[in-house]
């Protein structure tokens, strides 16, 4: 009789091998797809607290044909939430920008920064805003202005120092202002 057939040991283990990959990769897809359900990357929250124009000027510019002059200062405190478990918001092209009557008013870029992760930042801004005409008529209900604040967050989210996702967010406030003491009578956002 003759020696039984073994079976070449360098296919059974090609075989494992190959098995064993497709396992491991198996079950790394599985942790990628539930590490990405439970840490998906949220924008982060702006909430604006309030508005303020702590000088405010206007005068009547007869050569400006029968349009009242404004000047004021404007300030805006917001408080931006980072509501990421685990991504830190690097934001880097910000900006605040002012508008009445469809016209930039003012505008002002908001430094550069960083809120780690769960955390919230309180910000404020203010610069002044140079006179411009106003329409007596296009007051509304009352010596009111009218005028709308949009503030701009964009920047990255850096979730566990190897994957990035663009964020670009953004609040959009309607605000109220007396004509005549510049008080702010309300804004909505």
């Not at 092209?93 to 508008?99: A, E, N």
């Amino acid at each position: 009789m003759g020696k039984p057939n073994r079976p070449q040991s360098g296919r059974t283990n090609l075989a494992s091998c190959i098995v064993a990959t497709i396992f491991l990769i198996f079950i790394a897809m599985v942790i990628l797809i539930v590490f990405f359900t439970l840490f998906k990357p949220k924008d982060p929250k702006i909430s604006v607290n309030a508005v303020r124009l702590p000088s405010f000027s206007i005068s009547n510019a007869t050569s400006s044909g029968g349009a009242a002059v404004v000047s004021f200062t404007f300030s805006l405190y917001a408080a931006v939430s980072n509501p990421n478990r685990a991504a830190v918001f690097n934001h880097y092209d910000s900006s605040l920008q002012l508008l009445y009557s469809g016209n930039q008013v003012g505008f002002m870029f908001v430094p550069a920064g960083r809120i780690a992760a769960g955390h919230t930042v309180y910000m404020s801004a203010t610069f002044s805003v140079q006179s411009f005409p106003v329409n007596p008529s296009g007051f509304g209900v009352g010596p009111v202005l009218e005028m709308e604040a949009r503030l701009r967050l964009a920047g990255r989210l850096q979730i566990l120092h190897f994957f990035n996702h663009h964020v670009d967010a953004r609040a959009l406030c309607r605000v109220g202002v007396s004509a005549t003491d510049g008080s702010v009578i309300g804004f909505r956002c």
